[in-house]
DNA sequence: ATGTCGGCATTGTGCCGA
């Protein structure tokens, strides 16, 4: 079973491009994020025609995810437990079954620019909210995955220039300590047990000329508990992706499952 | 430090978020 995470940064303006890479990497599973959509406004009918579910947790404007799946969802829930009073569309919860059930998170984690403020504080808040959420997954000892935007360059390496990300809210030490904190709990980094090294981008800002000088961070990311880990047999950046007619910021990172 | 996007309120363009 394939399974992408994608940030496609809007999904009116990515339907073409999204679906071009749709028809070409055939995907089981995807989960989107930033589709800056209410899901009532979510175009459902060209994922359905190529036999896609489709379940959306969206917002008019900012923040949204979604789950596309070629198997049927279950157990579908919306939103980040641990705080009733956050609207912000970031979680999305799904079982899928494959040889055996599949739990999967699709999740995109704030910015919290600028740092410090109000805004890298909910960042840290919605960081220790998901480890609880990721601890209560573990317990259950079955199979599961959390794959999206996390907002976090967990390492140096991670970086084409890392200093010039030093003081922001993707790098700082309390950004990369709460995202070991979760990794801890007993996850594994789908691409870094694949890959090591530097060089390996899943972003690369609009701005300055960053992707034609490869100016890229890594911070689309897919958590494996132990039972996912043991099922995994592959996992690449889809990095082409970028250099298309007008692509999103980031680019597919997907994971080959055994189930 | 910032050369770009996408969405929105709005009908020409500035603001926000990233």
């Avoid at 960081?127 to 959420?133: E, G, I, L, T, Y």
């Avoid at 709990?185 to 789908?190: I, P, R, V, W």
């Avoid at 958590?223 to 597919?252: N, W, Y």
Wanted: glycine share 8%.
């Amino acid at each position: 079973m394939r399974i992408a995470t994608f940030n496609i940064n809007g999904i009116k303006a990515r339907l073409p491009a999204l679906l071009d890479w749709l028809d070409e990497a055939q995907p089981d599973l995807a989960l989107l994020q930033e589709i800056k959509s209410p899901d009532t406004a979510f175009p459902q009918a060209p994922f359905e025609d190529r036999g896609y579910n489709v379940v959306t947790h969206g917002q008019k404007s900012f923040n949204g995810v979604a789950i596309l799946s070629k198997t049927p969802l279950e157990d579908v829930t919306r939103g980040l437990p641990g705080d009733d009073d956050d609207d912000q569309a970031r979680w999305i919860e799904a079982t899928v079954m494959g040889k055996r059930a599949l739990r999967v998170c699709g999740l995109y984690l704030p910015n919290g620019n600028p740092a410090p403020g109000p805004k890298y504080d909910y960042k840290l808040g919605w960081m220790a909210r998901m480890h609880d959420r990721a601890a209560r997954l573990l317990a259950t000892e079955e199979p599961v995955l959390m794959a999206g935007d996390y907002n976090v360059i967990p390492q140096d390496e991670d970086a084409k220039r890392p200093e010039a990300w030093a003081e922001d809210a993707l790098a700082l030490p309390a950004s990369r300590a709460a995202f070991r904190r979760i990794v801890n709990l007993g996850f594994t980094d789908a691409f870094r047990a694949r890959v090591q090294g530097p060089g390996h981008y899943s972003f690369w800002d609009y701005q300055a000329g960053a992707w034609n000088r490869d100016d890229g961070i890594r911070i689309d990311h897919v958590l494996l508990s132990p039972q996912a880990a043991d099922l995994l047999t592959d996992c690449r950046i889809d990095r082409e992706l970028r250099g298309r007619e007008k692509p999103s910021d980031h680019v597919p990172v997907w994971v080959e499952l055994g189930l």
